[in-house]
């Protein structure tokens, strides 16, 4: 499933694989996110108590902070031990210290797997080496937000203009691409769906008809279709589709 799962969401991104650069090479000069507009990265992705978020190349770490004021779990990891100090110290401040922390450490050597939100704010062709693994190593549903760039061909999900200042989020979808044998109550068919992202097509095939999926949509983990005069709405949790009234197995 994991090998499924970087093959069909990584594949666009595959000619950025050659070798991470440490983000010593890539440095990224300090420029603080105004307050404002952290506040609305956050709310844009939803950010609330039940979160985890990290923010990669947190400067002082008012991200991180602001999200743990919300009632969020925060990390925050730089390479400039002055701006973890400096990010410590506002923790200690706001009286959020036991829900964020912070750590000296290359954002291409964090673990993020445990991440529901990752907060960005670095240059183009880092967002663009991090892509592949925020596609494969974040859980289908979690929230990418990042203020000034974009991830190159992945479309983002929501984009907005604050003060000139533009902010993106992503929300990391789960492997729909593939052949599916699909079973409800009118028989078995076989759904073919082709995967870019988020954005989905396809087939559903039986009864002797081959029909086209119509207004087909997938955010996270769930997978929504129109095939003759039914709609279709599921969760995709591994090899299988739950639906109402139908379910799918993943063929190949």
């Known amino acids: ?3 499924n799962r970087r093959r069909l969401l990584a594949a666009a991104a595959l000619p ?6 440490a983000q010593r090479e890539l440095e990224v000069p300090f420029v603080p ?3 404002a507009l952290v506040q609305r990265m956050l709310d844009l992705a939803e950010v609330g108590a039940s979160d985890y978020l990290i923010d990669l190349g947190c400067g ?3 991200i991180a902070v602001a999200a743990a004021r919300r009632g969020a779990r925060a990390l925050g990891v730089d390479l400039d031990p002055l701006r973890i100090q400096e990010a410590a110290a506002a923790a200690r401040i706001a009286g959020v210290e036991s829900r964020v922390r912070f750590r000296r450490q290359d954002l291409f050597r964090t673990p993020i797997f445990d991440a529901s939100v990752v907060a960005v704010y670095l240059l183009p062709e880092i967002n663009l080496r991090l892509r592949p693994r925020l596609l494969t190593e974040l859980r289908p549903g979690a929230r990418i937000v990042s203020h000034a760039f974009d991830m190159g061909d992945w479309r983002a999900e929501a984009e907005e203009t ?3 200042r533009r902010i993106f989020l992503w929300i990391v979808p789960a492997v729909a691409g593939g052949r599916w044998a699909l079973t409800g109550a009118d028989g078995t068919w076989v759904l073919e769906i082709e995967q870019r992202y988020q954005e989905v097509s396809g087939t559903l095939t039986g009864d002797g008809r081959v029909l086209e999926l119509r207004d087909a949509a997938l955010r996270g983990a769930e997978l929504r279709f129109t095939a003759a005069d039914r ?5 995709i949790d591994g090899a299988e ?3 109402d009234g139908w379910r799918a197995r993943r063929l190949a």
């Open 231 to 235: 709609n279709y709405r599921g969760t």
């Open 16 to 21: 950025l694989l050659g070798g991470f650069a």
């Open 33 to 35: 996110t105004p307050h």
């Open 241 to 243: 589709i739950v639906g």
């Open 60 to 62: 002082d770490g008012r």
């Open 1 to 3: 499933m994991e090998l």
């Open 162 to 164: 604050l003060d000139g």
